[in-house]
């Protein structure tokens, strides 16, 4: 197709941020990093490589992702614990923060709730920052590997990917058949994953996480919490998820509880204050 005459005029235009973020409410780190130091281990889940666990966490606790023996990235989901029906948004969380979260930024929850469920404290890739590729760590572009993609571009039935790992975890944690707890599962945060788009396609992709042994990536919880996390079957997504082959670990998830009276004053946020009368 011809390019018009102003075609360059056109790409030099530049990008406005669809939302700015400087209003959002700013996470008191000084207090929760002080409640840190006090805080003790109450529970300790294992997700076991190709599969996934679920763990809850009550607000005002931490939790802490862990990797143990070997990189590998993993696929969270969070839910309000005594309402399903609020859960983690990938999409509105990306919106607010950037393509990929790190330590201060937050885990924002569904329509018409749209507060904040947990918040990062700390994150032992932070280091890693924007590398030549653009790829980074800790997304929330990726939705998470499933088995009607998976289907779809090669055909069989693989039932170790993160979509229908954390469908049987949250089945198996509420009593829910799968049927009833597929539809509860969500885009992710896809922890330790490094990943971005290409400069000149701009296709989704992944390389090798630079994950180790002893990283974590810690979180305050601002509501009661119901977690689950599958251990990738990428393992370190270096070449491809839905494996077998791929070499995979398993993640640690820790829950710590703050000493007494150390978060006196603080509450879980309310839910957002829009009046739902949509105009009528």
């Known amino acids: 197709m011809t390019q018009p005459a102003d075609a360059d005029a056109r790409r030099a235009v530049p990008p406005v941020i669809c939302y700015p973020n400087e209003t959002l409410p700013v996470p008191p780190l000084d207090l929760y990093r002080a ?17 996934a666990a679920t763990f809850r966490v009550p607000a005002g606790h931490f939790f802490r992702i862990s990797s143990i023996e070997g990189p590998q990235v993993g696929d969270l989901n969070l839910w309000n614990a005594d309402d399903l029906s609020e859960r983690f948004y990938s999409g509105k969380s ?6 990929h979260l790190t330590t201060g930024q937050r885990m924002w929850s569904s329509f018409p709730y749209l507060r904040p469920m947990a918040t ?23 939705t998470r590997c499933d088995p009607y993609t998976h289907n779809l571009l090669a055909g069989g039935q693989y039932h170790h990917c ?27 945060l896809n922890v330790f994953m490094c990943t971005g788009f290409t400069r000149d396609t701009g296709q989704y ?7 180790r042994p002893g990283d974590y990536l810690e979180f305050f919880a601002e509501i009661n919490l119901l977690g689950a996390l599958s251990a990738c079957p990428g393992g370190d997504c270096s070449s491809e998820h839905s494996s077998d082959t791929a070499a995979c670990y398993p993640l640690l998830i820790e829950v710590f509880a ?15 204050g829009y009046d739902r009368s949509h105009g009528r």
């Open 35 to 51: 409640a840190r130091e006090t805080a003790v281990k109450v529970d300790e889940v294992f997700a076991a490589p190709r599969e």
């Open 94 to 99: 990306r919106a607010l923060h950037g393509t």
């Open 120 to 142: 990062i404290v700390d994150d032992t890739l932070g280091w890693y920052g924007i590398d030549a590729f653009g790829g980074s760590v800790h997304d929330v572009i990726g």
């Open 162 to 188: 993160c979509h229908s790992n954390l469908t049987r975890a949250l089945a198996d944690a509420t009593g829910m058949t799968l049927a009833e707890a597929e539809p509860h599962v969500h885009d992710v």
């Open 205 to 211: 992709f992944m390389k090798a996480s630079p994950v």
């Open 258 to 272: 703050p000493g007494q009276d150390v978060l006196n004053g603080w509450s879980s946020p309310p839910i957002n």
